[in-house]
């Protein structure tokens, strides 16, 4: 099993950028994947983005695209999440998560291993 801790998550002006960091500490399969997550309050958890851990494939929400960059360090066993011109709309608890395939992305049934979450807000 693979622990991911999140980290750098906070408070945003609208417009503004944060930039999430998830640490995996254990083995890490090369052909999985990496992805976020996120939970808005009285909602269900949603698809961000997902990163093959070859680095060669990635996909994004719709509502994300454009605006937050997905990208991973495999030397590092790290990942990261750009999020750029945030909205108040993207308030949420982000979640990193692992999955030992790169089959179905955007499904977070597929993802065996979860961080315990940060928490990013976006007012002004």
């Known amino acids: 099993q693979v622990q991911l801790v999140e980290s750098g998550g906070g408070l945003a002006q609208p417009g503004g950028s944060l930039r999430l960091f998830c640490t995996a500490f254990?083995?890490?399969?090369?052909?999985?994947?990496m992805g976020w997550f996120r939970q808005a309050s009285g909602k269900e958890r949603e698809f961000v983005a997902s990163?093959?851990?070859?680095?060669?494939?990635?996909v994004y929400s719709e509502s994300v695209e454009g605006r937050f960059t997905i990208d991973r360090d495999s030397a590092k066993n790290e990942g990261y999440l750009q999020m750029n011109s945030l909205k108040p709309e993207d308030t949420a608890v982000y979640y990193c998560?692992?999955?030992?395939?790169?089959?179905?992305?955007?499904?977070?049934?597929?993802?065996?291993?979860w961080g315990q979450g940060t928490q990013v807000t976006v007012s002004s």
């Open positions: 998560a692992r999955s030992d395939t790169t089959a179905n992305m955007k499904n977070s049934g597929w993802f065996r291993d």
């Open positions: 254990g083995r890490i399969s090369g052909t999985g994947a």
């Open positions: 990163i093959a851990w070859s680095g060669n494939y990635k």
